[in-house]
């Protein structure tokens, strides 16, 4: 009778440590899991503002604001000076293949607008409209790709 109790004791035991571990287990998990989703939702943030400062450069420029001798230079080097070729190598290391292609037409858009406004084309000309739509718009699928990451 006495080896009964305690084979049942000790069942006991390894049924609470099993579910102890489980729990720890799940728990780690979904903590790991918010983790990634927090250090993917800042790469994410820093790569759009880069662009979004990218942007605001060559729309400035475009527009007249920047009239001073250097805003040619700027516009020239306004993909480095924004960091938007370092934070999408950043981008790379922790964002899921279908953001990074986004990320890549996203900077080829951005290269585009770069180029129109570069060779001194004024505001409001087809080419600067055209290309600052076509980087609007690819940012604005970037952003959806990267939503249905963070879910």
Do not use: C
């Not at 009778?1 to 006991?12: C, F």
């Not at 903590?31 to 943030?45: F, H």
């Not at 060779?119 to 600052?132: E, I, K, M, N, S």
């Amino acid at each position: 009778m006495e080896w009964i109790s305690l084979a049942s004791t000790a069942l006991g035991a390894l049924v609470g440590l099993a579910a102890t571990f489980v729990l720890d287990r799940e728990r780690w998990r979904r903590e790991s899991d918010q983790r990634r989703r927090g250090d993917r939702r800042a790469v994410y943030t820093s790569f759009l503002a880069a662009t979004a400062e990218a942007s605001e450069t060559l729309i400035n420029i475009a527009r007249g604001h920047d009239t001073d001798a250097s805003a040619s230079t700027r516009a020239g080097t306004v993909l480095r000076d924004s960091r938007v070729l370092s934070r999408r190598l950043e981008l790379s290391l922790i964002a899921e293949p279908a953001v990074m292609e986004q990320a890549n037409v996203l900077v080829d858009r951005l290269r585009d607008y770069h180029h129109a406004v570069g060779q001194g084309l004024a505001d409001h000309t087809q080419a600067v409209d055209q290309a600052r739509l076509a980087f609007n718009e690819q940012r604005d699928q970037l952003i959806e790709v990267m939503r249905k990451t963070l879910t």
